[in-house]
């Protein structure tokens, strides 16, 4: 962005609050989960074995011991429900993973929105600029936002009346956001000149996991966002877009996607990766339980790619670039990825709740393990700062020049 920070979707903090949270996501239904209509399927290949050294049942009596301690003492007001989920919660904190952890339904809910892209608010991309001002870098088509007049390079200077001085953009976009059929006042500073409150709806707001198009030079570029229900089809569309038009590379851009589908990962990487080959093995401990493969419509693969990865590449998008990349059908140039390597089941219970267990993990093409390394790409990119302009994004400037000269 040259001046500005990352960009930010008012709909989500993808690397603030949800940092562990969406990351997790992402690998959850990363290996071996689907889901649709909202309900879930659990599709691992082997049977889980309980852990040795722990009893059928564990004995409460010293945790009714806290229980009657909590109840008689705490000066405050606590109901069954918080208790009861405290200990779920704790349950699921007991082995130190920090990927391993119970959601309350409420909880569950919006971890499903969050890999979908869906959510409830005004829909506009946010960044805060060197002032420290928070400035909307686009409205996203058809929402509240963009309905409203909302226009690039507006500075948010107060949100419902509140000024934004000092405030991050993680706090704006969690100001913000707020249920559907709700209403959020935004103060608008207009090239430093006018001043305009804007009175917005938000809305339940789905936005495209890919997006596409064809930069100078015949290349074309594919963004993935989240690998998510619309990933697969929407990828397809790209592809045959590209073949259509005769591009002469390709840059796939995987900066800042936390992960999501399985399915999605092994097929957006099967339009370059030649059938039968290698996306990903799974192992527990040192035993195979499952190797994923290509499976077939590689109408890109022998077209000149480049995948762009940074620190918020994650788990699916970490798998596509090592599958591309091991598979000699891609080059990579950025900055080295988060490394997600692990593999969560997730567990539904009746009233909603889950529990995410770590099972298993994952391994690329080439047997590297990526947990904590992370994809180092074969050509280091810094990330300054970028922007929607192709002039002010190194990494981008980076993948023409290599395109170029393939």
């Known amino acids: 962005m040259g001046f500005k920070t990352k960009v930010w979707r008012l709909h989500r903090c993808r690397w603030g609050r949800w940092v562990l949270s969406l990351v997790v996501i992402a690998v959850v239904f990363l290996l071996g989960f689907n889901f649709g ?59 130190g993973d920090p990927y391993t952890e119970y959601f309350t339904p409420s909880q569950a809910k919006a971890f499903n929105n969050e890999l979908n892209n869906t959510f409830s608010g005004i829909g506009a991309e946010l960044s805060q600029d060197s002032s420290g001002d928070i400035e909307i870098i686009a409205p996203i088509a058809g929402t509240p936002a963009a309905s409203a007049g909302l226009q690039p390079q507006d500075i948010i200077t107060a949100i419902n009346g509140v000024s934004t001085s ?25 090239n430093n000149t006018q001043t305009l409150n804007l009175t917005i709806i938000r809305k339940n707001i789905t936005v495209p996991s890919v997006t596409t198009k064809i930069l100078p030079g015949n290349i074309g570029y594919m963004s993935i966002s989240t690998f998510a229900d619309d990933t697969t089809s929407l990828a397809q569309k790209a592809a045959n877009q590209f073949v259509g038009d005769h591009v002469k590379g390709i840059i796939l851009d995987l900066r800042d996607d936390p992960g999501g589908l399985l399915s999605a990962a092994v097929n957006v990487s099967s339009l370059w990766v030649e059938p039968n080959q290698m996306i ?19 109408v890109l693969h022998g077209i000149p790619t480049v995948v762009l990865i940074n620190g918020g590449s994650a788990s699916a998008s970490e798998i596509t670039t090592g599958a591309l990349h091991d598979n000699h059908d891609a080059y990579v140039i950025g900055e080295k990825s ?68 393939h």
Do not use: C
């Open 37 to 95: 209509d909202g309900n879930l399927s659990v599709a691992f290949p082997w049977d889980n074995k309980p852990l040795t050294g722990l009893p059928a049942a564990l004995d409460y009596s010293s945790v009714n011991q806290v229980y009657q301690a909590l109840k008689d003492n705490y000066d405050g007001h606590l109901t069954e429900t918080e208790l009861l989920n405290g200990l779920k919660e704790g349950l699921a904190a007991a082995p």
């Open 166 to 190: 000092g405030m991050n953009v993680d706090t704006a976009v969690n100001d913000i956001r707020g249920p559907a059929g709700t209403k959020v006042v935004l103060t608008i500073l207009r």
């Open 280 to 298: 990903l093995q799974e192992k527990r401990g040192s035993t195979v339980v499952q190797t994923y493969y290509a499976e077939g419509g590689d």
């Open 338 to 405: 988060f490394g997600k390597g692990v593999v969560q089941q997730l567990i539904n219970f009746k009233d909603g709740s889950q529990l995410k267990v770590t099972v298993a993990s994952w391994y690329r093409p080439d047997g590297q393990d990526i947990e904590h390394k992370g994809i180092i790409p074969d050509e280091k990119v810094a990330d300054k700062g970028t922007d929607l302009q192709a002039s002010n994004d190194p990494q981008l400037l980076a993948a023409q020049s290599y395109l170029a000269k």
